[in-house]
């Protein structure tokens, strides 16, 4: 098993995507892909939910995560990001966090921005035990079912399996 969606470069733009089962990351975006990923959902036990590297060679373009959620279980973290990752990413839930897992860092090389994301964390733990390197600094701490940014999960009903298998009951 690998990465639920990888892109390699490009620039497609990719809304309405549930991701669930894989046995790696659930998303993962390499050598400077330029799109936009909007309105998706991840239920990962494979590595990490998001792994966003940064550019290879001398393309250099940026890409857009917003409006996700993504329930962790038992992945090995939240987000792996690079000191050179280019990523701007909006309106994203964790929740289903367990101890160890984490967003890793904040890219450093190029002016990236991180805004409304949220978290369930499990009782008796502080934001930072999961979110690193600053990335506390665009978090918020939610209790179960408050979350107000996140996938509209709505759009995959009636037809996913992941609806019809009652995965998404919990978005």
């Known amino acids: 098993q690998d990465d639920g969606i990888e892109w390699f470069g490009g620039t497609v733009n990719v809304k309405n995507a549930v991701v ?5 990351d659930a998303i993962d975006t390499d050598q400077s892909w330029g799109g936009t990923l909007d309105n998706f959902i991840i239920i990962n036990p494979g590595d ?14 940026k890409h857009i995560l917003k409006n996700g959620s993504c329930y962790a279980g ?13 990523v701007d990413m909006d309106g994203i839930y964790f929740f289903g966090l367990k101890a160890g897992q984490d967003f ?8 990236c921005t991180f805004s409304n994301l949220q978290a369930t ?23 179960t079912g408050a979350n107000t940014k ?21 978005f």
Request: glycine letters at 12%; a negative charge.
């Open 20 to 24: 669930w089962n894989t046995g790696d």
């Open 48 to 61: 990490e939910c998001l792994e966003l590297d940064g550019p290879e060679g001398t393309m250099v373009a």
């Open 74 to 86: 038992d992945a090995q973290g939240l987000a792996d990001l690079d000191p050179n990752s280019n």
């Open 104 to 111: 890793d860092e904040l890219p450093t090389v190029y002016a």
């Open 121 to 143: 964390i499990p009782s008796g733990s502080n934001l930072t035990d999961f979110f690193k390197g600053g990335s506390d600094a665009f978090a918020t701490a939610v209790a």
């Open 150 to 170: 996140g996938a509209n999960p709505d759009v995959f009903l009636g037809w996913s399996w992941t609806a019809v298998s009652g995965s998404l009951n919990n």
